[in-house]
């Protein structure tokens, strides 16, 4: 009988313990799913940097960092560590928008010309008509990336005046709010619409009415010293199959045109921040007051402009209805509501998604050109939720996107292998300075037995020309510029002009080459 005692006892604390493992096993097992999500990516991709989380009922029940901020430097990513988000901050400057209308500052059907009296847009009823609410829903009538070679690459001599001013001379291809098509350069006007109804500088307005009340103090916009912020991540392009530095920032990051579009940096603890203030409607700000009344919310997330879903969307999240909020992009993935946006730049790569009815969502920087790692990232995670029980794990999704880059009519880009240098006399009566209304001067120029194309605000625009059989290329200097182009003159024309266009038609449409018109203005110095 007294060994029934010590062996009840042994029998009951054993149980607790059973009991307490239990307990703890689906927090584990998250972790352990969540951990080979990311190790079967990070094994197929080999990203030089990556910062990655997971928010679930307003807490952060996953985070992970990866990697270094510059490939070879020893120097780890951190939480704290800041990426470039890109166009995810379209999301932050329509936030900064509406906490204007919250204070009776602006309206959203307020014309334009209202803020800014100078502002034109090529036809003069489309600038009578334009609204605030238009300029972030991409329905200009302008082709994709219009404009997009005054903001990129970077760094460049284009000012936001620059940028409003040349809209002017960009003509559409679309009708005026008849279909969607993505462009920049009304982002950053509605960051000068903002900046005239706030009475304060764009990058003032977002310190104090989104990183200051939502504690993402870490976040960084226009110019700053890098001592004075957490460690840069820095962007990485893949070359022979590997991911190496494009550049590395200076000891002073300067402000840029683009900054209402794309120019926001921010840490993964900061991210998550951003993430539980929309997964929370009654999120108060920091101290304590509502950040967004519920009206505004709404606008921001209501489908503002249609969209056709991709192939992709189709297959493999049974999409059937995509649009355009305000800054985010709305889907259904599953049947289930779904909220994000993903953000580009050469060398940084960013995704934010939202489940808003399971308040859940994830936020994926990554400092390398890795939009097949994204697309991986953002459809396993998301199934967790919609399909958890699925047999495609990111090995699926990641042989899939192979396949499809495999296949014969994936590249359209002709072989340009038999290029050879054109010398200035080939181009005898056609070298000199060249204007287009809004990029500006070039200038077509012998030099070294070359003809070299310089650009006079956006200096990493430069290279030689070279002849592709009977037609001619700019053959660019510098790495960040990986889309070449074609320069076809007209005939005949007086004074001379020419046109240019993309070598590979499915090169980013950033590099908005159709949308040149150069005409000779002077001679080579």
Partial sequence: MRRIGPLCAALFFSSLFAAGAVAASPVDARKAELDRIVDQVQARYRLPGLALAVVENGEVVYARTDGELLAGSG??????SLFKIASNTKSMTTALLARLVDAGKLRWDDPVTKYLPDFRMHEDWVTREIQVRDLLIHNSGLRAGAGDLMLWPEPNRFTRRDVIHGLRYLK?????????????????????????????????????EVFAPLGMGGCRVGAFARGDAAPLAQPHARRDGRFVPVREDGERIAATAMDPAGGVRCGLDDMTRWLRAWLDPAAPARDGTPWLSAQQRGELWRAQMPMTPSRRQREWSNTHFAAYGYGWRLSDFDGEFKVGHTGTLMGMYSLTALLPERKAGFVVLINGDAGDARSVFDQALTQRYTRPRSERGPA????????????????????????????????????????????????????????????????????????????????????????????????????????????DPDADFSYDYEDLAFARVGDCG
């Fill in 75 to 80: 120097r780890k990513v951190g939480a704290d």
């Fill in 172 to 208: 559409p291809v679309y009708s005026f709010r008849s279909r969607y098509d993505y462009d920049n350069l009304l982002y950053i006007v509605a960051g000068e619409v903002a900046a005239a109804a706030g009475g304060a500088p764009y990058e003032d307005l977002l310190r104090r």
């Fill in 396 to 503: 699926w999704y990641a042989d899939a996107i192979e396949r499809e880059a495999q296949a014969p009519a994936a590249s359209r880009a002709p072989d340009t292998s038999a290029r050879r240098p054109l010398a200035p006399d080939e181009l005898r009566g056609k070298l000199g300075v060249y204007r287009d209304p809004w990029f500006g001067e070039v200038a077509l120029c012998a030099r070294g037995g070359e003809v070299e194309f310089a650009s006079r605000k956006s200096p990493l625009m430069s290279g030689k020309i070279v002849r592709v059989g009977p037609r001619l290329l700019v053959d660019w200097d510098a790495e960040e510029v990986d889309a070449e182009a074609w320069i076809d003159f007209a005939a005949a024309a007086e004074p001379a002009a020419f046109s240019m266009s993309k070598l």
